[in-house]
């Protein structure tokens, strides 16, 4: 039996359902899943503006709270915190695991930047969706599989570092260690991925992004506890969190989560194998207790999914809120007054009144005129100085618009755009790289 955690599903997950898990759980591994398509782009960003940067904002703070605890309880961690770098986030790893006095062996998994491939292959590579002539590519990372975080963890080593990784192969990768799959096992991998899939995302299958008041009702939430699952060597595996902890896990947060970014359940595509989810049985064999059976494999895909971040301009924004009575009537004449003077300059202009339009576009419900209103102007520019005039247009209506405006704020980020492309598998050459305390 193998027992495996989540200890976050994206890279501002909360931090003390990890140390929890740490402590009480009696893991063989515990999994940090925290990096996301535009996640990467942004770190590479990071790393261009300082070569020691690139792996993910609280990797240290993440670390200093869980090495004391692996090191004592025998947990090995498997993480993608690395993004843009994971051997410079190794080295801090190392660096803390010294200044703990904690010997450490951390293991960095390279060789999912194919940036250079892309630049040298524009032409003849296909995105999804297609890129414009002038886009400027500042990022391309293929998705490895389980194999490269094998060979990790056949060093040895108490931490894995990658960068991009496809998310269930991070929980697939301990299950082939440790039972001797095989590479060429596409039924065992298959139910492995879905094994993973349903971790991967932390506490959203133990009811985080489930809950819905009166309807489908989450106890204690603000404590919610993440999943672990102890795996057998045939791929079945049973699910659940640790007692005295928040949330539920039953068969329809699990049913959720399995679904979840599914296109095709006949053919969930990952870079190890073609999974099946549609013979998966899911049944529930306590409280908060869910037994996961079935699921088969078809050979992996030919190439790999690589995703690809570009810088695609900025976008403007500005707000203002209107309270009181006739608050939508005076919000929506300011909304006027804004897009009068701005749609020529903006293709792209949105205008939302925050609690009536912003979300389904629609109008507001049976209740009636809402009190306050709070509107939006965005717009896509294609440099800075364009970007800030939307603010400077929402902020001028303090005199120049309806009455009763006020706090009134006004900001502009800079885009970064993402695309997929297929890649061949001979453009990603994993390497191992180790390091240890001294």
């Not at 004592?72 to 801090?92: C, D, F, L, Y």
């Not at 995703?307 to 939508?328: C, K, V």
């Not at 900001?411 to 297929?422: D, R």
Request: proline share 5%.
């Amino acid at each position: 039996m193998l027992r495996i955690a989540s200890g976050a599903g994206f890279s501002g997950d909360r931090l003390e359902p990890a140390v929890e898990l740490a402590q009480r759980a009696r893991l063989d591994y515990l999994v940090l899943e925290c990096l996301a398509e535009r996640t990467i782009a942004l770190a590479q960003k990071r790393k261009q503006q300082d070569p020691a940067l690139g792996y993910d904002p609280l990797l240290e703070k993440r670390i200093r709270s869980l090495l004391p605890i692996i090191a004592k309880n025998g947990v090995r961690i498997i993480t993608n915190m690395g993004a843009a770098n994971p051997v410079s986030a190794a080295e801090k790893i190392i660096e803390i695991a010294e200044e703990f006095k904690v010997p450490i062996k951390v293991a960095a998994v390279t060789g999912d930047d194919v940036l250079m491939f892309i630049h040298k292959n524009k032409e003849t590579v296909e995105f999804f969706p297609s890129l414009n002539e002038n886009d400027f590519i500042i990022s391309a990372n293929a998705y490895m599989g389980a194999e490269a975080i094998v060979k990790a963890l056949e060093t040895g080593a108490n931490i894995i570092i990658t960068g991009r990784v496809a998310d269930p192969s991070l929980f697939l990768a301990p299950m082939m260690h440790h039972f001797g799959w095989s590479a060429e096992d596409e039924e065992l991998l298959g139910r492995g991925t879905v094994i993973g899939h349903l971790l991967e995302c932390g506490g959203q299958i133990t009811g985080g992004y489930f809950a819905d008041p009166g309807i489908k009702d989450v106890p204690d939430m603000a404590r919610l506890g993440f999943p672990i699952a102890e795996i057998q060597p045939d791929g079945t595996a049973v699910i659940f969190k640790l007692p005295e902890t928040g949330g539920i896990l039953n068969r329809m947060t699990v049913k959720e989560q399995l679904l979840y970014e599914v296109m095709d359940p006949s053919e969930y595509m990952t870079p190890d194998v073609i999974a099946d989810f549609t013979s998966v049985c899911i049944r529930e064999v306590g409280t908060d207790l869910v037994e996961v059976t079935g699921g088969h494999g078809k050979k992996r895909p030919e190439g790999l999914k690589a995703s690809i971040g570009y810088e695609a301009g900025f976008i403007g924004e500005g707000e203002i809120t209107y309270a009181g009575h006739n608050a939508l009537k005076r919000a929506e004449l300011a909304g006027d007054i804004v897009k009068t003077r701005l749609q020529d300059r903006f293709k792209e202009l949105t205008i939302d009144l925050i609690g009536v339009t912003s979300a389904h576009r629609g109008g507001i419900d049976r209740f009636g005129q809402p009190y306050e209103v709070r509107l939006r102007v965005a717009a896509k520019a294609e440099s800075l100085e364009d970007a800030q005039m939307i603010g400077e247009e929402v902020e001028a209506l303090y005199t120049n618009g309806p009455a009763g405006g006020g706090g009134a704020r006004k900001y502009v980020q800079e885009v970064v755009g993402i695309v997929s492309a297929i890649v061949p598998r001979e453009a990603v050459h994993p390497t191992i790289l180790v390091k240890e305390t001294l």
